[in-house]
């Protein structure tokens, strides 16, 4: 399945996906707020093609979408807005997880 194929749902599982190994602990409510996002069966397909790509590959992979899923800046704030969300789940908005934030803020 070529990546330019994804739904929006598999995108944003992706992304979630992605921004959730920041900080090197997917924790359970992480798992679990990109679970109640896109749903198990979605979640269970990103996550393996997650796994077989290397960091930069999965951020060329978000980048790729940008025309397609957040062309605009309230579509850019939506995603932002997952993110944020991804990142209060566990009710430890860490260093790492801010940084990234901002990282993927401007890069978007």
């Given at each position: 399945?070529?990546?330019?194929?994804?739904?929006?749902?598999?995108?944003?599982?992706?992304m979630?996906?992605?921004?959730?190994?920041?900080?090197?602990?997917?924790?359970?409510?992480?798992?679990?707020?990109i679970?109640?996002?896109?749903?198990?069966?979605?979640?269970?397909?990103?996550?393996?093609?997650?796994?077989?790509?290397?960091?930069?590959?999965?951020?060329?992979?978000?980048?790729?979408?940008?025309?397609?899923?957040?062309?605009?800046?309230?579509?850019?704030?939506?995603?932002?807005?997952?993110?944020?969300?991804?990142?209060?789940?566990?009710?430890?908005?860490?260093?790492?997880?801010?940084?990234?934030?901002?990282?993927?803020?401007?890069?978007?």
């Amino acid at each position: 399945m070529s990546t330019l194929e994804w739904s929006y749902d598999e995108f944003i599982a992706f992304m979630l996906i992605y921004v959730a190994h920041v900080d090197m602990d997917f924790s359970d409510e992480e798992k679990t707020v990109i679970r109640n996002n896109v749903g198990t069966d979605i979640y269970d397909k990103m996550l393996t093609i997650f796994n077989e790509k290397s960091d930069y590959q999965a951020l060329e992979i978000i980048l790729s979408y940008k025309p397609l899923y957040y062309p605009t800046p309230e579509q850019k704030d939506e995603l932002l807005d997952k993110i944020k969300l991804l990142f209060n789940a566990d009710h430890d908005f860490n260093t790492m997880e801010k940084e990234l934030y901002h990282f993927m803020s401007r890069l978007m």
